[in-house]
């Protein structure tokens, strides 16, 4: 069975930093692009960072870039974001998400949810 389960979620305050972990398991994970997305109620879905199966490239949101860190762990199987410099109006549920298929590279992560995991909320409040 596929599973993503984000960790590291929580109240965190303006201008502070957070990182999150998603373990990933029941697919090829070095095979797989990796992403995380975010969405606060009622809002789209916000694209935040993304990363090639070697972690040797890596993609961010321009609202996020300089202040997040996407990487990632083969022999774990995990994938982190660090984001720093956080604002109240980036509460939101993070996701972890995988490719929609493996050995493709895309910047863009699947819409599908079935690609995602249950996601962790982050609340960014004094």
């Known amino acids: 069975e596929v599973e993503l389960v984000e960790s590291g979620g929580g109240l965190v305050e303006p201008g502070g930093s957070m990182r999150l972990s998603c373990r990933a398991s029941?697919?090829?994970?070095?095979?797989?692009?990796m992403y995380w997305v975010r969405q606060a109620p009622g809002k789209k879905i916000d694209w935040l960072a993304s990363?090639?199966?070697?972690?040797?490239?890596?993609h961010y949101a321009d609202r996020v870039k300089g202040r997040c860190i996407i990487s990632r762990d083969n022999i774990n199987n995990m994938v982190y974001l660090t984001i720093n410099n956080l604002k109240p109006e980036e509460s939101a549920v993070y996701y972890c998400?995988?490719?929609?298929?493996?050995?493709?590279?895309?910047?863009?992560?699947?819409?599908?949810?079935?690609?995602w995991g249950q996601g962790t909320q982050v609340t960014v409040s004094s």
């Open positions: 990363i090639d199966q070697a972690g040797a490239s890596t």
């Open positions: 998400v995988r490719a929609s298929r493996l050995d493709y590279a895309s910047v863009t992560p699947p819409l599908d949810r079935n690609f």
């Open positions: 029941g697919f090829t994970f070095d095979r797989s692009w």
